[in-house]
Every structure is written in C-alpha cells, then in structure tokens.
C-alpha cells in the first residue's frame, strides 16, 4: 500500500475547500463537497482493508526521518475511524444539499475544513500536531454553528466558542508539561512514559482532562446539550460523529500508549462513565423536543463508549470500539430522521409535531430502527454492542456496572418510544371528537354544520416529507441493520484495533522507523 494515501486524506478535503471559496455556489459545488467526502470513503476502505491482518502503515511528511517529520500513521482502529467518518460527512453533507443548506456561500469549504482536521487528527502520532489537528477540526465548526444566524444558533455558538477555547487552552498546556517533562511530543517515543514518570502521567493527565471535556463526560457535559440544539439538523448530525468521537479515539489511544492500560487507574473511569451513562439518560427523560432528547442520550452513550477503555480487557477494548462505530452511525441517523421532521415542519417541539409523521413509513421505519438499536435491540447493531459491553463488564467481575448499563438501556428505549408516540404514532392536533352541545348552545355552534365546514383543514393529512430528505437517515439505518445481522465482521475488525492498542509495539515500530 502507498503510504502517501495517509497525509492526501488531509490534503484533499482542504485543496477542495480551498476551490470552492472561491468557486459560486451549484452543481460544481456540490459535486466537489460530496465527491471528495466519497473520496475519502474509498481510502478509508483502502486503509481498512489493508490493516485488517494487523499491518500498521506510516508515512513521515516530507521524507524527513522520524521525530522531524510530520507522521502519519494507519492502524484498524484509525482506519475504522476514518471510514466511518468519511460515511457520515457523505450522508450528512447530502442531507445538506436535499435541505438548500448546501447552498449557502461557506457551507461546503467549512465542511471540508472540518473533515480534514478530523481525518488529520485520526490519523497523526504527534501529540502537538494532534493538538493543531482539532483546531483545524475546531475553527470551521465555529462557523458552522453561525451560520444559520438565527438568535438560537449565535447564543448556542457563543457556548460552543467559549467551551471549546478554555478547553483547547488546557490541552495546549498539557502538551507543554508532556514536551517540558518527557522532551518529546512524539507518541511513538512516548510509549510507556507515564509509567516510568509520575510527572508525565501528572501532564498527560491534564491532556486527557481536556480530551474529556470535549468528548462531554460527565460533570463536564453541560456545554454539549446547551450547543447541539442550536444549529442546523445537518450541522448537528455531523457535529455528533465527529467531535466527541475524536476526543474518545484521542482517550483510547493515549491512555494504551502512553499510561500502558495502567490499572490503578482504571477505577476512575469506571466510576465516571457509569455517572455518565446515568446522567445522560435521566436528563432526557424531562427533554420535550426531539433534539434535545437525542443530546443527552448522546451524553448517555459517550458513557457506554469509555467504559470499554475503563475495562481495558482485550473483550473490553473490543466491544467499546465496536460501540463507538455503531453510535456514531445510529446517533446521525436519529438526528437527520427528526431533522427531516424539523425542516418541514419549523419545530422539534414534541407537542407541536404530534402526528406530523404519520402516513409516512419510509421515515417512521428509518427512526423506529435507529431507535430501537440505540435502546439495545435486535437485530440491530446496537444490540451486539450492548451485548458485548455487558458481557465485558461481568467478565471483568464489574457486576453493578453491568446492571447499570442494562437498566440504562431500558430508559434509553422509554425515551425513544416518547418521540415515537408524539410525532409517529399520535393524532395531529385538532383531530379529536367534535365538543358536545353546552346548555342552549345550538348545534351549529358546538360543531354542527360550522363545524363540518372547517373539519377539512383541522383533519388534513400532515405535511409530506420529501424522499430527498428521508434517504439520509434511511441509509445509515440500513447500515446499522447491516452491522447487525453480519455483526462478526465488524467484530473481528474491532478485535484487531483492541489488539493494536493492547500491545502497542507494532505502532510504536512503524511510527519510529526511519
């Protein structure tokens, strides 16, 4: 395999941002927003397929020898990131373009900016370029939040902006400490030191602190659910498969390379991402918009997700690797299925979108599975990553983790029968019996032949949803059902990334050779 593939994932998204700024708006625009997100598909194909026999590839910037370079380096778990990312860009980018939201002057070149620092940050084994890497990925969301410039949005930006900042602020100084202790950003001459070096695990430590406040983790979570109801449905549906999941890539990969799996330190996530299963959940439960319901079981499932690093067993690994995969998938799906919803109908409000989906079963069957496999049931995806996560944590005798994640499930599956019965399932308002006549109240006037007049419109068929905005979310949910029924596949790929960061020599090998 060329290795050149690796820093061309970056390159080209930002070459074609670049084009479009420059570029008006229509069909040239498009065609190079969503050809260069399918391009980046068929390399992480690419990649996924060469890595999957436990090969690691790496690539020095330039051909400058390692520790000067820039490296790049591809291993399963970066290369199932990559894929799954660059899906998701694909179909959020296309939900875009179905809604007109593509069509907006920066749309398109801020997309691709933040693709590429994704892909950058995936895939790069310096801790300093990682941080530049999620400013990339940073700056254009910025944008993103704004562009919609509704009060809503720019109050939600604000929060973004102002979160995201102090955060990057405290990763910046973690990366000093770790430079000034350790005299290296390289992660491949990082390997083992915060074992060796009580005051780089202290360092790395604060580099991890700033990964999980930008994955959302609980207590550290309220900028997350006051921020992903602000912009635009399609902005929101990229935004959740690809910021906090970086910072969760970052947490796995850093906590098996650098701290070496240390166990005495694995009880701190096990108790913080159980809080963060909990709370996530039961935050939900008073929400009465649909988007605001799928953020805190955002913040829910992050909490599933870490546990698998918290376990740090090759089934742990395994299954919240697994995990992470599905979620990213499942949790866009939600979010373009009601976002459809949202753009036709102006609201996410449940009360004014009772029924609105009624008489439309393409979009009712792309919601009902996504949420049934966010909830843990077959046959989809998210009911062999539940499955696989519970059994890890009673494998590893974790018996009240387990029973938590199982009653968490149940109110995940309460919650999304909540939007199921107010906008698929229940009567559009004003469909109701006609009032009984009041003492002296003639007929006519309690909905007699005044009545029979206006029942057309009260009783009129909801607006329709046009195909171009359910094929989206229909897609990823076909995915979902896909993974589910061949969940093996997925399976075996994630043993190997779990592999990879268990016992991380080849990694460390492939990104110090000269």
């Known amino acids: 395999m060329n290795t050149v593939l690796l820093p061309l994932l970056v390159a080209a998204p930002l070459l074609g941002a670049a084009l479009l700024t420059v570029l008006p708006t229509g069909p040239v625009a498009r065609f190079l927003l969503l050809g260069t997100s399918a391009g980046a598909l068929a390399a992480g194909l690419a990649l996924l397929a060469a890595t999957r026999d436990g090969q690691v590839y790496a690539h020095q910037v330039g051909l400058w020898p390692a520790g000067v370079a820039i490296p790049f380096v591809a291993d399963t778990f970066s290369a199932l990131m990559v894929t799954t990312t660059a899906l998701l860009v694909l179909v959020c980018s296309a939900f875009a373009v179905a809604t007109g939201e593509a069509e907006r002057r920066f749309f398109a070149p801020l997309v691709l900016v933040l693709s590429g620092g994704v892909y950058g940050a995936l895939l790069t084994a310096d801790l300093f370029n990682l941080f530049v890497f999620v400013e990339v990925m940073l700056l254009p969301s910025y944008g993103l939040m704004a562009i919609a410039g509704t009060l809503h949005g720019l109050r939600g930006g604000r929060t973004y902006v102002t979160a995201n900042l102090l955060t990057s602020t405290v990763f910046l100084a973690g990366v000093a400490l770790v430079y000034g202790t350790a005299g290296t950003v390289h992660l491949g001459e ?177 919601f009902l599975g996504a949420a049934l496999s966010l909830a843990g049931l077959p046959p989809f995806s998210g009911f062999v990553a539940k499955l696989t996560l519970v059994a890890a944590a009673l494998d590893a005798g974790q018996w009240t983790v387990a029973a938590i994640a199982v009653a968490v499930s149940l109110i995940t599956l309460m919650s999304m029968l909540k939007i199921w019965g107010s906008v698929f399932w229940g009567p559009p308002p004003g469909t109701g019996p006609a009032p009984e006549p009041g003492p002296g109240q003639a007929p006519e006037a309690a909905g007699g032949t005044a009545t029979a007049t206006a029942a057309p419109a009260a009783t009129r068929a909801p607006a329709r949803i046009r195909t171009g905005l359910v094929l989206p979310a229909v897609a990823l949910t076909a995915v979902t059902l896909c993974v589910g029924l061949g969940a093996q596949v997925l399976l075996d790929l994630s043993a190997q990334a779990a592999a990879h960061l268990l016992d991380t020599s080849a990694y460390v090998e492939a990104v110090t050779s000269r």
């Open 190 to 366: 990082l390997a083992g030191a915060a074992q060796d070096s009580p005051v780089v695990a202290v360092a790395m430590g604060l580099v991890l602190l700033a990964m999980m406040v930008k994955a959302a983790v609980v207590p550290v979570h309220g900028w997350l659910v006051r921020t992903y109801t602000a912009p635009s449905p399609a902005v929101t549906a990229l935004f959740s498969g690809l910021h906090t999941k970086v910072a969760i890539y970052v947490i796995y990969r850093l906590y098996a390379l650098v701290f070496d799996g240390e166990a005495s330190l694995l009880w701190i996530g096990l108790v913080v991402f159980t809080a963060t299963m909990a709370v996530g959940v039961l935050g939900a439960v008073g929400e009465t918009t649909t988007r605001s319901i799928l953020v805190f079981h955002m913040v829910s499932q992050i909490g599933y997700i870490l546990l698998g690093v918290a376990l740090f067993t090759e089934l742990g690994l395994m299954a919240g690797i697994f995990y992470l995969v599905h979620h990213m998938v499942v949790k866009a799906s939600l979010f373009l299925s009601t976002g459809a919803i949202e753009h036709v109908h102006g609201t996410g409000d449940l009360e004014r979108l009772r029924g609105a989906a009624r008489g439309q079963p393409l979009l009712a069957l792309a």
